[in-house]
């Protein structure tokens, strides 16, 4: 039997608005850049006349303020790409006054893509990925009395590089960090908790720093509670470039779960003779895990199925330039349907989504790649449509893999919510590139498998000694969670040395090959890492009990793989683009919430022509259901149906009230759901979404309502949308996947009777927010934002 029992304490180096290096004073570096969608190489000079310039903060998504033509490229949501600048002066007094340390540096969280950074005109580095952050000193360049100029060029010129949509700019956030000579190395601290049981705790605290030699160092860990009382703490002498590992031990520990994902605050600080030279607070998760390759996954000795969803970086208008409010609505939603867990899909993501996985209480798979040493297939005018092109980031694969893979790990390592690294998405894809005479199938096959074997293509052999060298980037690293990738040609790895490479082996789409394996490979811990929203792959994980999780695909409904024009995206989400949970999202919760679920599978209204059969289906958790027409049972009460996960009935059409109950087995009603026939469409409806009690960004939810305040799901209606006050209008969003209007637009044509509007208000901004919505022969609405 193959267990890996994994002992970890977690933290993360950000509270909100808080830098994610670990080190020095971080001060955020958001606001007044300017930006320019050209390519000039004297723009890196510090004396580049850039008054022309459009001003504006990051984060910034310039490929979502695009239009989308049928021109470009499906694989990217017919969205641009292309080289641009962005500026920055500032002055050092200004901009740091409060930061009293000698040393500089910027932080970049992540920049779509190929970036150069430079400052007054010196280049400080580059970076090809998108997805990676990274840190530049600043201090030799700087000048400390005068004006400064950071200048960063984007190279997103290769505009179909991704099989799916990923922005193109200074896309996350940016910070300006101040720091002694001598300070905590940049992601140079990690936990691991060694031992825990009701009584004690015992934790591995490392503690790196780097900078000018000095004597009398101390660094000192001091673990807080969620009531601000300090629960332990502990110290150790350390040299000026050194790491040291200290043990730490907590009585009686609080655990990080996701009923309960409690988290302390752990306060680092290094010393000189006493004196604090630099500091890191951090909030840190206690927690366990266990793989089985008989019994499955266990949190905290707890067996589970983790029930997850598969996420790209994108929310619909906003592009990538996401604000944290959006996630976090988002992920709520997500766990309220039933889901424990996310995939990073399929690269890393932006620190503030890790953040609200730790709180919130959700397992997360972080992942390195979709893409090792040779381009995969790009869809340009459809997905599977077409010829493919073969753009991609494959050509800086040799020189910069193990660094990215490093820097996810290290940068991510200390989130309590992460319990898996996959080295890669698909890689192993068969003849995308790679292939193997496995393919060609064996006699007792009628037909070769995805084509049969290609000679001409990369042999498949390849995968297998690239998955260990990369596995042991992270195990040197982060020996604590296991070591997983993605497979998408499972029959084509397993003549590899792939799958031994990794700890836990990921499925792709092939439910079908768990028994088999499970029976030939009996070590081989297995789960589905990608898959499909049916029942039988459900059952798969359901009923086998070493099939410990799948992830379908996907969460949320995502730009870009879209098929042919017009459709901006994919529509494969529990969620639309709006955050709002679709049928098939009711019929996941019917199958993975624990709270009662009773919901029509249709759109909110009961509007059909008079005397038409209608199928109605009910995804329902309870043992049987019933259903009413206007106060009248219609059809049998149902038990519910084990095969196909729901309960369905065919009536004729009648206008008025259509009621469905969930029994238990005695009949009595414990859940019901209506939907209501609408009348013509009367006025809007504006309300603001309380699941999001921000004081920065604002839900806003409209509806197109009859007289009696039912939603009318027919036609669609423009509407525009003024904001009055000391705010801006992000995005209104429809949901519709064929929607391929600006994304800027102050009006937008809303979907099944809805529309999403998102609102923010400026930084510092005291006075209320006036925010009016028209539509022509309809009575408008308007909310007011912090009054």
Not at 133 to 150: A, M, W
């Amino acid at each position: 039997m193959k267990r890996i029992a994994l002992f970890l304490l977690l933290s993360l180096a950000c509270v909100q608005m808080m830098a994610q290096a670990g080190f020095g004073k971080p001060e955020n570096f958001n606001a007044d850049w300017l930006f320019i969608l050209q390519d000039d190489a004297d723009m890196a000079k510090a004396d580049y006349d850039d008054s022309g310039w459009r001003r504006l903060d990051v984060p910034h998504d310039w490929s979502v303020e695009g239009q989308m033509s049928e021109d470009l490229f499906s694989c990217t949501g017919y969205l641009p790409g292309g080289i641009a600048w962005y500026r920055k002066h500032f002055r050092l007094s200004s901009a740091s006054s409060h930061i009293p340390h000698p040393l500089s540096f910027i932080y970049f969280e992540g920049v779509y893509n190929r970036s150069e950074v430079y400052l007054n005109g010196h280049l400080l580095g580059k970076r090809p990925s998108g997805f990676a952050s990274f840190l530049y000193e600043l201090t030799p360049y700087l000048n400390k009395s005068g004006d400064n100029v950071i200048a960063v060029r984007v190279d997103h010129s290769r505009q179909a590089d991704s099989r799916w949509y990923t922005g193109s700019g200074i896309y996350r956030d940016v910070w300006l960090i101040s720091a002694p000579e001598t300070h905590l190395a940049l992601w140079g601290t990690a936990y691991r908790l060694k031992d825990i049981n009701e009584q004690q705790a015992v934790v591995e605290v490392d503690i790196a720093t780097e900078g000018t030699p000095m004597q009398g160092l101390v660094a000192e860990a001091s673990f807080v509670d969620v009531q601000g009382n300090i629960v332990t703490k502990g110290s150790t002498a350390i040299g000026s470039a050194e790491k040291k590992t200290l043990t730490i031990t907590l009585p009686k520990p609080q655990r990080w779960s996701l009923e309960r994902p409690y988290l302390y605050t752990l306060d680092i600080q290094l010393k000189k003779d006493g004196v604090t030279i630099d500091q890191d607070r951090v909030k840190a998760g206690l927690r366990t895990l266990t793989f089985d390759a008989n019994h499955g996954f266990a949190l905290n000795g707890e067996w589970m199925k983790v029930k997850g969803v598969c996420l790209h970086d994108d929310a619909g208008v906003l592009g990538v330039a996401v604000p944290r409010e959006v996630w976090h609505r988002r992920l709520l939603e997500l766990k309220h349907i039933g889901v424990n867990a996310i995939r990073m899909s399929h690269n890393p993501h932006a620190p503030m989504l890790y953040d609200l996985c730790d709180e919130l209480g959700l397992l997360v798979m972080d992942e390195a790649s979709d893409e090792w040493e040779f381009p995969k297939r790009k869809w340009l005018k459809g997905w599977n449509k077409g010829k493919p092109g073969y753009e991609g980031t494959f050509d800086y694969f040799e020189e910069w893999i193990e660094r990215d893979v490093a820097d996810m790990v290290r940068r991510d390592r200390n989130h309590p919510s992460i319990f898996l690294w996959s080295i890669g998405n698909e890689v192993d894809y068969p003849n995308d590139p790679y292939s193997h005479p496995v393919l060609n199938g064996d006699k007792s096959m009628t037909q070769p498998i995805y084509g049969g074997y290609k000679p001409e293509q990369p042999n498949a052999e390849r995968i297998g000694l690239i998955a260990q060298r990369l596995a042991k980037v992270v195990r040197d690293i982060d020996n604590s969670r296991a070591v997983t990738g993605a497979l998408a040609g499972v029959v084509m790895s397993n003549q590899t040395a792939y799958p031994e490479a990794v700890d836990v082996v990921g499925y792709n789409y092939t439910e079908s090959r768990y028994q088999e394996d499970h029976e030939k490979y009996p070590l081989r811990v297995i789960y589905g890492s990608e898959n499909r929203h049916d029942m039988p792959a459900w059952k798969a994980v359901r009923d086998n009990e070493y099939i410990f999780g799948q992830f379908l695909w996907t969460g949320i409904d995502y730009l870009g793989e879209s098929g042919p024009w017009p459709a901006r995206g994919s529509t494969a989400g529990l969620l639309d683009y709006a955050g709002r949970r679709k049928a098939n999202g009711w019929y996941r919760a019917s199958l993975w919430s624990n709270q009662p679920v009773c919901h029509i599978g249709m759109p909110d209204s009961w509007n059909f022509r008079e005397g038409r059969n209608i199928r109605v289906t009910l995804y329902t958790n309870a043992p049987q259901a019933r259903l009413l027409l206007n106060g009248q049972q219609v059809g049998d009460m149902q038990a519910y149906n084990e095969r196909t996960g729901f309960i369905a009935w065919e009536i004729p059409y009648a206008a008025g009230v259509l009621r469905a109950e969930s029994c238990d087995s005695q009949g009595n009603v414990i859940g019901s759901h209506e939907l209501r026939t609408s009348g013509e469409a009367s006025a809007l409806h504006a309300t603001i979404d309380p699941s999001v009690p921000s004081d920065r960004l604002a839900h806003i939810n409209i509806e197109v309502v009859d007289a009696e305040g039912n939603v009318v799901t027919m036609n669609s209606h423009e509407v525009s949308c003024e904001v009055i006050g000391p705010a801006k209008l992000l995005g209104l969003e429809n949901g519709s996947v064929r929607d391929t209007s600006s994304a800027q637009a102050s009006t937008k044509h809303t979907s099944r009777g809805r529309l999403l509007a998102y609102v923010a208000r400026k930084q510092g901004a005291q006075a209320p927010v006036i925010v009016r919505f028209t539509a022509p022969s309809l009575t408008p609405a308007e909310v007011t934002l912090w009054k």
